[in-house]
């Protein structure tokens, strides 16, 4: 209701009337209604091509210049998208102060009553661009999605889950939802698999075949830690083997290379596995995965 009130009193304030609307607008010829159509065309193609571009190249480059391709994305497409705006208005407004002033004030009436949402979306991404919570080719969970940053738009940002669906969220949906991002613009992500046994398993032998795991995969990052870290439940002794893939789209791939290792040196160690007491279905299967 204020800001409603807010946008009102602006109204009366800056909203040009009848006698000045001719000074604030250029006369709309020919000439620039071609030059806007073509303006917006340009930039239309513009964004396509940046997309498609970038796509295409960085799936061609070293695996380390992938995500710094992808990340310069939003800023290109904003670029554009300021270069078009700015070209449109030097088409049609008389640039002075006054009428700077006069359109500003319209332009915010008309968004905070009909448009508020999609602004709001707008200026959401600006600031999360900026803020830098996650980047293009980043791996989030953002609300109940996770997935990996395939496009960052003017309104939404779109995820590609592990099922290979395309989610699109609002950026104003960001005001209000955590987001996790799993790599923070690097190339790997920590990759955790929980792994239980019985109480009576040889502890120190199942730790060593996890490291065992991990360091002979060939998915693992050998510059980076692997950590097994080892819990106690009433049912069941729980390891979480903790590594690094070399690059996180391999995360999936990695666990099931991860669970095949290990289930397959348990299986030479006759290591046992709880048999009661399992919490739920996924670790029935004697390795679960966070």
Same mark, same amino acid.
């Given at each position: 209701?204020?800001?409603?009130?807010? *946008?009102?009193?602006?109204? /009366?304030?800056?909203?040009?009337?009848?006698?000045?609307?001719?000074?604030? *607008?250029?006369?709309?010829?020919?000439?620039?209604?071609? /030059?806007?159509?073509? #303006?917006?065309?340009?930039?239309?193609?513009?964004?396509?091509?940046? /997309?498609?571009?970038?796509?295409?190249?960085?799936?061609?480059?070293?695996?380390?210049?992938?995500?710094?391709?992808? /990340?310069?994305?939003?800023?290109?497409? &904003?670029?554009?998208?300021?270069?078009?705006?700015?070209? %449109?208005?030097?088409?049609?407004?008389?640039?002075?102060?006054?009428? %700077?002033?006069?359109?500003?004030?319209?332009?915010?009436?008309?968004?905070?009553?009909?448009?508020?949402?999609?602004?709001?979306?707008?200026?959401?991404?600006?600031? #999360? %661009?900026?803020?830098?919570?996650?980047?293009?080719?980043?791996?989030?969970?953002?609300?109940?999605?996770?997935? @990996?940053?395939?496009?960052?738009?003017?309104? @939404?940002?779109?995820?590609?889950?592990?099922?290979?669906?395309?989610? #699109?969220?609002?950026?104003?949906?960001?005001?209000?939802?955590?987001?996790?991002?799993?790599?923070?613009?690097?190339?790997?992500?920590?990759?955790?698999?929980?792994?239980?046994?019985?109480?009576?398993?040889?502890? @120190?032998?199942?730790?060593?075949?996890?490291?065992?795991?991990?360091?002979?995969?060939?998915? #693992?990052?050998?510059?980076?830690?692997?950590?097994?870290?080892?819990?106690?439940?009433?049912?069941?002794?729980?390891?979480?083997?903790?590594?690094?893939?070399?690059?996180?789209?391999?995360? *999936?791939?990695?666990?099931?290379?991860?669970?095949?290792?290990?289930?397959?040196?348990?299986?030479?160690?006759?290591?046992?596995?709880?048999?009661?007491?399992?919490?739920? &279905?996924?670790?029935?299967?004697?390795?679960?995965?966070?």
């Amino acid at each position: 209701m204020a800001v409603s009130l807010h *946008f009102w009193l602006l109204a /009366q304030e800056t909203v040009p009337t009848a006698e000045n609307l001719e000074a604030l *607008f250029k006369e709309v010829t020919w000439r620039s209604l071609l /030059q806007a159509l073509l #303006t917006v065309a340009i930039a239309y193609g513009l964004l396509t091509a940046i /997309q498609s571009f970038t796509t295409a190249i960085s799936e061609k480059v070293p695996r380390r210049f992938r995500l710094v391709i992808k /990340q310069s994305v939003p800023f290109l497409k &904003a670029l554009v998208l300021l270069v078009a705006i700015a070209r %449109l208005l030097h088409l049609f407004v008389n640039p002075t102060g006054s009428n %700077l002033l006069a359109l500003t004030g319209t332009i915010a009436v008309a968004l905070g009553f009909a448009f508020k949402d999609y602004v709001s979306s707008i200026i959401a991404g600006i600031v #999360t %661009l900026f803020e830098g919570s996650f980047r293009m080719g980043d791996r989030v969970r953002i609300g109940d999605h996770y997935g @990996e940053v395939v496009n960052y738009g003017l309104r @939404e940002v779109r995820l590609r889950t592990p099922s290979d669906d395309t989610v #699109t969220i609002p950026h104003n949906t960001l005001w209000n939802e955590p987001i996790s991002n799993a790599n923070s613009g690097q190339l790997e992500a920590q990759i955790v698999t929980d792994f239980y046994i019985a109480h009576a398993a040889n502890v @120190e032998l199942v730790s060593d075949l996890l490291y065992q795991a991990a360091y002979s995969s060939r998915y #693992t990052q050998l510059k980076l830690p692997v950590t097994v870290i080892i819990l106690e439940k009433p049912w069941a002794t729980q390891l979480k083997l903790k590594a690094y893939p070399m690059d996180a789209r391999d995360e *999936f791939i990695y666990k099931t290379d991860l669970v095949l290792r290990v289930k397959q040196a348990c299986a030479r160690h006759h290591v046992p596995y709880p048999q009661v007491g399992w919490p739920n &279905a996924d670790e029935a299967s004697g390795a679960s995965s966070e």
